[in-house]
């Protein structure tokens, strides 16, 4: 069975986005003057989406930080696959 895990350390973050070859991005068109919008893990490899804007990682964890989010992952599928499965939920 495949678990979910849930952090805000930053390291952690980038070191599970950088071996699966993600990005920190935003959503295009979302965000304002003091918002960088909505955050996302992007996988360019795996989609070529024109919606996401791709950030620098200061950026991305600022506004991470600003918005009190939790970074909930998975490591690995139920069949032992490496996952991409995340998602960005309030602290």
């Known amino acids: 069975m495949s678990t979910s895990k ?3 350390a930053h390291e952690t973050i980038k070191k599970w986005a950088t071996e699966r070859d993600g ?3 935003k959503v295009k068109g979302t965000g304002g003057a003091n918002d960088d919008g909505i955050l996302r893990i992007h ?3 795996h989609s070529d ?5 791709e950030i620098s990682w200061d950026e991305f964890f600022q506004e991470f930080d ?3 989010l939790n ?3 998975q490591e690995e599928k139920e069949n032992g696959e490496q996952s991409t499965f995340h998602k960005f939920v309030k602290g």
Do not use: I
């Open 43 to 45: 996988f360019p490899s």
């Open 71 to 73: 970074f909930l992952y």
């Open 66 to 68: 600003e918005k009190n």
């Open 49 to 53: 989406s024109d919606d996401l804007q």
């Open 23 to 25: 990005v920190p991005a």
């Open 6 to 8: 849930q952090t805000t």
